[in-house]
């Protein structure tokens, strides 16, 4: 039973053009939420959070948009570009547990 | 600055054999994890060390795992009698706090193969 998933494997876009990345959960107790972004041979790397209290947070070219009622986020990346192709992976914590939950991960193409 | 570093990077061993992974995490960081990616899959949770509490195990698919956490910094993590299943990039992280909302920084993993 996944608690966290992102149904799309992958995704393709053409540079300058906006990247939305989905992450599902299932439980409402989960009150932090995070994206990491993962090149090949190296380890995951933190790009943005939210917390539950918000329902949008940006940094720079990122923006991570949460809506608690669907228990949906997303991260948008506006606008592309071929540095961000990369896998990503959205995280969820809070209620009782210590532990972050990942999901399986989206492969970015981005396109020049 | 130093991050997390794991060693080894790469490591093949038989079927049957032990093996030990390890973890030196960001100084001054008291949260420790361990997390592992089997080909196409997201990053499974294997066990938490915070300070001097007790571990959190919950996530350690078998009695063949084990891991310790010495002086409160270096970890290991040990795969007894090593499966073709447990083939995977072993991942360690670690934080500042306690709290899940603090970031947790990753080293570059340990490619873990069993033939």
């Known amino acids: 039973d996944q608690q966290v998933k992102q149904n799309s494997p992958s995704l393709s876009v053409q540079e300058g053009r906006i990247s939305i990345l989905n992450c599902d959960y299932t439980?409402?107790?989960?009150?932090?939420f995070l994206w990491y972004k993962k090149y090949p041979a190296e380890g995951p790397t933190f790009l943005i959070s939210?917390?539950?209290?918000?329902d949008k947070n940006e940094d720079g070219r990122f923006t991570v948009f949460l809506n608690k009622s669907a228990k949906h986020l997303s991260l948008h990346i506006v606008p592309s570009q071929p540095g961000d192709s990369a896998v990503y992976f959205c995280?969820?914590?809070?209620?009782?547990?210590?532990?972050?939950?990942f999901g399986t991960g989206t492969l970015l193409a981005v396109q020049p | 600055g130093a991050g997390v570093s794991q060693s080894p990077s790469n490591k093949v061993t038989e079927k049957g054999k032990d093996v030990e992974l390890r973890c030196d995490p960001i100084?001054?960081?008291?949260?420790l994890y361990w997390y592992r990616q089997s080909l196409g899959q997201g990053l499974e949770f294997l066990i938490y060390?915070?300070?001097?509490?007790?571990?959190?195990k919950s996530g350690l698919p078998s009695d063949r795992f084990s891991a310790e956490r010495t002086g409160g910094s270096v970890s290991t993590l040990t795969i007894q009698r090593t499966q073709q299943e447990d083939s995977a990039v072993y991942l360690c992280?670690?934080?500042?706090?306690?709290?899940?909302?603090?970031?947790?920084?990753f080293g570059n993993g340990t490619r873990l193969t069993v033939t």
């Open positions: 100084s001054g960081h008291t949260a």
């Open positions: 992280a670690s934080s500042l706090a306690r709290r899940n909302n603090s970031p947790l920084h």
């Open positions: 060390f915070q300070g001097n509490s007790a571990p959190d």
């Open positions: 995280a969820v914590g809070g209620g009782a547990t210590n532990k972050l939950i």
């Open positions: 439980n409402s107790m989960f009150d932090y």
């Open positions: 939210i917390s539950s209290i918000k």
